[in-house]
């Protein structure tokens, strides 16, 4: 199983939609999650972290969910701008060589 | 403003050479990373130093060297002996070490080999 899993997509949703992305992780000890946005041939940029209790920004909220090891992004009222790949990423909190993990991304295209 | 720079932006290596690409940073940040993206793939690790004169190979370190002389710098070499180093290559940092406060990354260099 790799340490950090994402549906790659693509999700093809209507302007104004509501999608859902969900990502998990293996180890159980691990302590911080992220969300980033990457366009194409850019580089990723922190969208959001993601905290015990859910957190909101605007249009997206966050939410982790620890017994099943997964964090989740929504978005709703999808907009043509949040068409991008959506990159999870979670540490590892293995002593002193902690780093992130990174899922492959999910592929939004949102339509008019 | 404080921000993670690479340079060149785009760069063109023939075969057999070595090229460096450069990555400075003025956040203040502990840690450094190097990654490779190809197309359609996740981002792969190539090499990451959480001090000054330190670092550790990541996933795929085979063909490239990097260094850590001063805590703002960390440019990484491509050498000849990479077999296929055309991708985007993303330098990012962090606050601390342990990853807690997330990445920030630079705006790439895209090397292909002519």
């Known amino acids: 199983r790799k340490e950090v899993e994402q549906d790659p997509g693509p999700f093809n949703v209507p302007e104004g939609a509501t999608v859902a992305f969900n990502c998990t992780y293996s180890?159980?000890?691990?302590?911080?999650f992220f969300w980033y946005r990457q366009d194409c041939r850019k580089e990723p940029k922190l969208l959001m972290s993601v905290y015990s209790s859910g957190n909101e920004d605007g249009r997206f909220t966050a939410q982790l969910n620890r017994a099943s090891q997964y964090i989740s992004l929504l978005i709703r009222d999808s907009k043509l701008s949040d068409s991008a790949t959506y990159l999870c990423a979670v540490n590892t909190n293995a002593g002193n060589n902690r780093k992130l993990i990174w899922g492959l991304g999910t592929s939004l295209a949102v339509n008019p | 403003d404080g921000g993670i720079t690479q340079s060149p932006k785009y760069l063109f290596r023939k075969e057999g050479q070595n090229v460096t690409l450069s990555c400075e940073q003025n956040l203040n940040h502990d840690a450094m990373y190097w990654y490779r993206q190809d197309p359609g793939q996740g981002l792969r690790l190539i090499y990451y130093s959480q001090i000054v004169n330190d670092f550790q190979k990541g996933d795929i370190a085979e063909g490239y060297s990097v260094s850590r002389e001063k805590k703002e710098s960390f440019p990484l070499t491509v050498t000849s002996a990479q077999k296929n180093p055309t991708a985007f290559y993303l330098c990012?940092?962090?606050?601390?070490?342990?990853?807690?406060?997330?990445?920030?990354f630079g705006s790439g260099t895209r090397l292909t080999v002519v």
């Open positions: 180890n159980s000890a691990s302590q911080s």
């Open positions: 990012a940092s962090s606050f601390r070490t342990t990853g807690d406060y997330g990445y920030t």
